[in-house]
């Protein structure tokens, strides 16, 4: 019987995976081998030592200490893609937010109540609707920072509506890559990609050099009058340089003249040039159901055969199941490691059907599966090799 501990509102179509007679999951429970997560901070959590898993059902690690959890040997999962539509769409709503003042049109026409003929309401509205007028987005010019599973759809949603796109992404890989439309065209540095954008939208992880990527020197660069959103992290953006050049272009022109975000901080709050909403990027059924079957299927498959899919810290691998045990184990990626250990199945005379090893930055795993079941003593000898972080022994 496997334990899940589960942290936020995991969607049930991802709980159901777990098969009831092998898993017990729940939020309330002890000593799990694996934690399933959304945007649960986990920094300040100690992890129980039974942790071998963690899946964040989403995008986004900053929520773990993912570095720390590398040295324990516990394997991050993420689920790449899960959720990308349901931020597109989103985004999408921000470009036509931004497009025109449908907001302050809104609020304009709920403050009517004292209004009783209909007819001397429409004439009022005829009247006044130029306040609320704005521009098209057919034409204008999208600038996309970071290309990846949410960055391609944006930019490919972007061109279906006639824009023009440009976009920057110095780590994409060659798979991201492929997915691109080839009519984004690529801008060398974030600089001149904000010098070009009308609209600027961020799709970057929020790792250390993300980090206020968007500041008060950065948003020198920017159009005057460029609309900016930010469904991506809070940390990517420095909200304060945000204010100072949203003041900037209603004081003279220069600056941004609005910001979108699914990221609120307290100083963006109570301006009509902030639009913010309670991070619900990812908050639609099908994006959630996504996310946490695909996280529940790779924590299932770490747990009963030792592979790996989406992990954020360790390598991908996987070796079909044949008969005999299956042995896993992490080490420390210094050589000698693998070969120390099958001098112990050598010496207690433990067959090695298959075996595969592969390695990410600092750790290296492996999996091997072995003709008899090994005794205590051998999966003890195991976890004493030097290096050996830990060592599973799975059916
Ligand atoms: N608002 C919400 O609810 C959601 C927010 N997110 C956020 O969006 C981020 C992106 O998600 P995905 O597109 O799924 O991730 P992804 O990993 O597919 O794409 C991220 C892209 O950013 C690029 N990148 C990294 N450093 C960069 C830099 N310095 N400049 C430009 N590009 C850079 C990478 O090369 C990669 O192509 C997540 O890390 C998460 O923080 C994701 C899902 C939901
Ligand atoms: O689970 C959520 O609602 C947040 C999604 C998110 O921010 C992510 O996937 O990075």
Redesign the pocket.
């Known amino acids: 019987m496997y334990k899940v501990k589960t942290f936020n509102q995991i969607s049930v179509k991802g709980l159901d995976r777990f098969p009831r007679g092998d898993y017990e999951v729940g939020s309330d429970i002890g000593s799990p081998d694996a934690v399933l997560l959304r945007s649960h901070k986990l920094h300040d959590e100690t992890l129980p030592e039974s942790v071998k898993c963690i899946a964040r059902a ?3 690690v ?1 929520n773990i200490p993912v570095d720390d959890y590398t040295k324990k040997g516990v394997v991050v999962f993420n689920t ?2 899960a ?2 539509n ?2 597109k769409e ?1 985004v999408m709503a921000g470009l036509l937010l931004g497009s025109r003042d449908i907001v302050g049109g809104l609020d304009y026409v709920q403050e009517l109540t004292h209004m009783t003929d209909a007819g001397e309401m429409g004439k009022l509205l005829e009247k006044e609707k130029k306040r609320f007028a704005g521009n098209e987005l057919y034409g204008r010019t999208l600038g996309v ?7 391609s759809m944006v930019a490919e949603m972007a061109l279906a509506m006639g824009m023009n796109v440009v976009g ?6 060659v798979e ?1 890559a492929w997915r691109l439309p080839s009519q984004v065209e690529r801008m060398e540095n ?1 600089q001149s990609l904000l010098g070009r954008a009308d609209f600027i939208t961020l ?5 250390e ?2 980090r206020h ?1 968007i500041n008060s020197e950065s948003l020198q660069a920017v159009k005057p009058g460029a609309i900016l959103l930010n ?3 809070d940390a990517i953006v420095d909200a304060d340089a945000v204010v100072t050049s949203l003041n900037s272009y209603q004081e003279c022109g220069k600056g941004l003249k609005q910001y979108i975000c ?1 990221f609120p901080e307290p100083c963006l709050l109570n301006r009509k040039d902030v639009i913010a909403m309670p ?5 639609t059924a099908e994006a959630e159901e996504n996310c946490a079957v695909m996280a529940a299927d790779q924590l299932m498959d770490y747990l009963h055969n030792g592979n790996i899919k989406n992990s954020v810290n360790y390598p991908v691998i996987n070796m079909a199941r044949a008969e005999g045990y299956r042995i896993t184990f992490s080490n420390d990626n210094v050589s000698g490691v693998l070969g120390n250990v099958l001098s112990v199945f050598t010496e207690n005379e433990v067959n090695v059907i298959d075996m595969v090893n592969k390695s990410r930055g600092d750790i290296a795993y492996n999996i091997i599966d072995v003709a008899g079941k090994p005794t205590d003593a051998v999966m003890q000898a195991i976890a004493e090799v030097e290096h050996v972080i830990n060592v599973r022994l799975l059916d």
């Open positions: 989403g995008a986004g900053n790449p893609g959720n990308a349901a931020v989103l920072v970071g290309l990846g599973a949410i960055g920057f992404d110095p780590a994409l890989s991201a974030l799709h970057v992880p929020a790792i050099p993300t990527m469904f991506a992290r699914d991070h619900i990027g990812a908050s």
